[in-house]
């Protein structure tokens, strides 16, 4: 049987949120531990429960290398003494080595001898690899937010209570602030006994299992989902697939168990919307949906343990769903007593931010900037009008009871107010779209509306914090700014969007001082707002494999950060980045570049009548350009491209035959006044100067 190595760190209740983080760092830190000791072939696994973080370590082949090492001494000439006999500098070197005189021999370096020795290391055996390390890797083990507990020293997610540290069937002992290593575990809270032995660590699941503990988060996730799909179609539906809310069960329970209630009809009357919200994101049950995604009157939930007293535990958990489904009766009903519109009032009471103002102010700035991304992107009027009525009435519901209530349902409500006010469904469609995408992988907004108003939220959010000093840092953004910062860039590249988001945020920003009389450094706030959507703008091209050169060399030529622009600019040239065409613009930038940098002249038009053969071709190159009127910054990156590269024979033949930093100035000006000109084209496509190895 293989080798298997056994840790488990058991603990008070972990966060379902903390489960991810924990296996990643687990399965990281000990894969680097044994590949820099030079094992090969295992494989880590490691599982998560509400209860133990579980690293298993199977196929493990002892090391038993042995590792020799040069050791460099002293020089030879201060070894011995005028008899020979060994000095104290050699004396000293031997002892502090553990060496024997017969141990030495001697190297030259540098024209110089000294005395080496050879060493061996034996590599550490497993055990004591893992008793070396172990503390230290449970030490750096970092979560959102972790505790001290006991008086100790040591920070973790929640207070650690046992240790099971077994190789085979074999005790490993570490030291972790007197925390209990041994071979022994505990099982379900409340349906197994504590102190369960562990006699061999391949034994491990099985015993677990037995104690009401399903280590493996994949099988729990498996039984959950199987059992739920049988429970539902046992009444002629299925649970709506939620994988997010599935992996928050499974982290929540160690033995699920899943078990199907019924929804009383009168709430049944509501929207589905409203009822699955408190379901899902409150409960954690599942929606039982018909053939047609409709909600049926059942739900499922996951009991974790056994199937004992099970009719009880379902009228609980009935009692519990109708408790808080009667409570969004009650807010839904009196939120129809008023239309959609009326609560845009109501808005100047709710604080967005304490120096940003209310939400009646944000919703009169996203209307100003809806107003402006519509006329840049020239939707026509009706659209217009769409756009302003949504952002409008887009904030509203944030004011109605059941969104106070139920936070998550904020957008849903509105669209669901909106259609009951009246509205058109445009601007029903706008008021749930402005905001998405709300998280990776999200839809994001289909309607012109809703891109426009999505748009011009996010910006007056990112912009907004900016300008007050709020930014994200490390893995900190309470406000949101990264998520909305990747939404806009997500909605300008899939919508095709040609727009300037250089003149949105200095629009924004206006809309700040013009509606709030905010105060701040306007060029410093733009110019930070910028950066961090062009960095994260970066990150998502060098997601998708572009050069990071290339990247620098056409955003830097596109100052009004067209995000549309710049990707198709650089998807282009990516595509001819190996072509001769490319290789040659480059190579001749390079020519002129160096020769002309540093230099300092006075510019002239120049003067073909002391001009060289070869200068006037180039001249000539260049005036047939101008002549033709072909303005490089305008047409296709590729021609543009294609036409610098002829420009490589002429560059050539001028600079191999012609000695550019003559002594006669008016020559030196004439020439270094040419190359400036040609420089210059170069330069209006890309900055070449970023361009290394492609």
């Not at 699955?276 to 599942?286: A, E, G, N, V």
């Not at 002249?601 to 033709?628: A, C, G, R």
């Amino acid at each position: 049987m293989a080798n298997r190595y056994l840790l488990e760190v058991g603990m008070e209740e972990l966060p379902a949120s903390y489960s991810k983080l924990a296996i990643e760092q687990f399965k990281n830190a000990f894969e680097k531990l044994l590949n820099e000791n030079s094992y090969k072939d295992f494989e880590v696994n490691v599982y998560t429960t509400p209860r133990r973080i579980t690293t298993i370590i199977d196929n493990i082949i002892e090391n038993e290398s042995i590792e020799k090492e040069e050791i460099k001494g002293p020089s030879k000439a201060i070894c011995f003494d005028q008899d020979g006999n060994p000095s104290k500098a050699l004396q000293g070197f031997l002892k502090s080595k553990g060496l024997s005189f017969d141990d030495i021999f001697y190297k030259e370096l540098g024209g110089t001898e000294y005395v080496f020795a050879s060493v061996e290391h034996k590599s550490l055996s497993f055990t004591e690899l893992i008793e070396a390390n172990v503390e230290s890797i449970i030490r750096k083990i970092v979560f959102p937010k972790s505790m001290k507990w006991g008086g100790r020293d040591l920070r973790f997610a929640r207070p650690i209570r046992w240790i099971v540290s077994l190789y085979n069937d074999k005790v490993v002992k570490f030291n972790l602030e007197d925390i209990r290593v041994s071979n022994l575990t505990n099982g379900h809270r409340f349906l197994s006994r504590k102190d369960i032995e562990i006699p061999d660590a391949h034994d491990y699941m099985k015993i677990m299992e037995d104690s009401f503990v399903i280590v493996d988060n994949s099988e729990r996730k498996a039984r959950i989902r199987l059992e739920s799909e049988r429970l539902a179609k046992s009444v002629g539906g299925s649970i709506q697939n939620d994988d997010a809310i599935i992996d928050q069960v499974n982290n929540l329970v160690e033995y699920p168990t899943p078990l199907l209630g019924t929804i009383k009809d009168q709430y049944l009357e509501l929207p589905d919307e409203v009822v699955i919200t408190p379901m899902k994101d409150h409960l954690r049950y599942f929606p039982v949906v018909d053939s047609k995604n409709r909600l049926m009157n059942h739900f499922i939930t996951v009991r974790n343990g056994d199937d004992k007293y099970i009719d009880i535990v379902r009228k609980g958990n009935e009692k519990v769903l109708a408790a808080r489904l009667e409570d969004a009766k009650f807010f839904f009903n009196e939120d129809r007593k008023k239309n959609l519109e009326d609560y845009v009032e109501d808005l100047k009471t709710i604080v967005f931010q304490d120096k940003l103002g209310t939400l009646y102010d944000k919703t009169i700035r996203n209307m100003k900037l809806s107003e402006k991304i519509c006329n840049d992107l020239n939707v026509g009027e009706e659209t217009l009008e769409t756009t302003k009525r949504a952002a409008y009435l887009s904030k509203a519901d944030l004011a109605t009871k059941l969104v106070v209530e139920f936070t998550e349902l904020q957008g849903v409500m509105g669209k669901i107010y909106a259609k009951l006010s009246g509205e058109p469904v445009s601007v029903q469609e706008a008021i749930y779209e402005h905001y998405l995408p709300r998280f990776a992988q999200d839809s994001l907004p289909t309607t012109t509306a809703g891109v426009v108003l999505a748009m011009a939220d996010k910006l007056d959010t990112i912009s907004g914090l900016f300008s007050i000093g709020t930014k994200p840092s490390g893995s900190q953004d309470p406000f949101g700014i990264r998520r909305a910062t990747l939404g806009i860039i997500n909605i300008v590249l899939e919508k095709s969007l040609d727009i300037s988001i250089d003149s949105l945020v200095e629009e924004t920003l206006y809309n700040y001082v013009n509606v709030n009389e905010l105060k701040f450094d306007y060029d410093e706030v733009k110019k930070s707002v910028l950066d961090y959507i062009e960095t994260r703008f970066i990150g998502i091209l060098q997601d998708n494999n572009y050069n990071i050169n290339l990247i620098k060399a056409v955003m830097n030529k596109n100052k009004d950060l067209n995000l549309l622009n710049i990707k198709q600019s650089l998807a282009k040239l990516d595509s001819i980045k190996d072509s001769n065409e490319f290789v040659d613009a480059i190579a001749a930038f390079r020519r002129i570049y160096q020769i002309s940098k540093g230099k300092e002249f006075e510019k002239v038009d120049p003067n073909q009548d002391i001009m060289e053969e070869s200068e006037k071709e180039l001249f000539n190159l260049y005036s047939d350009l101008k002549t033709k009127n072909i303005n490089l910054t305008v047409i296709d990156i590729v021609e543009a491209i294609k036409v610098l590269a002829r420009f490589k024979s002429s560059i050539d033949k001028f600079l191999d035959s012609t000695m550019v930093l003559v002594d006669n100035k008016l020559i030196k000006n004439n020439r270094l006044s040419l190359i400036s000109l040609v420089l210059n084209e170069f330069n209006s496509v890309l900055d070449f100067k970023e361009i290394e190895e492609i």
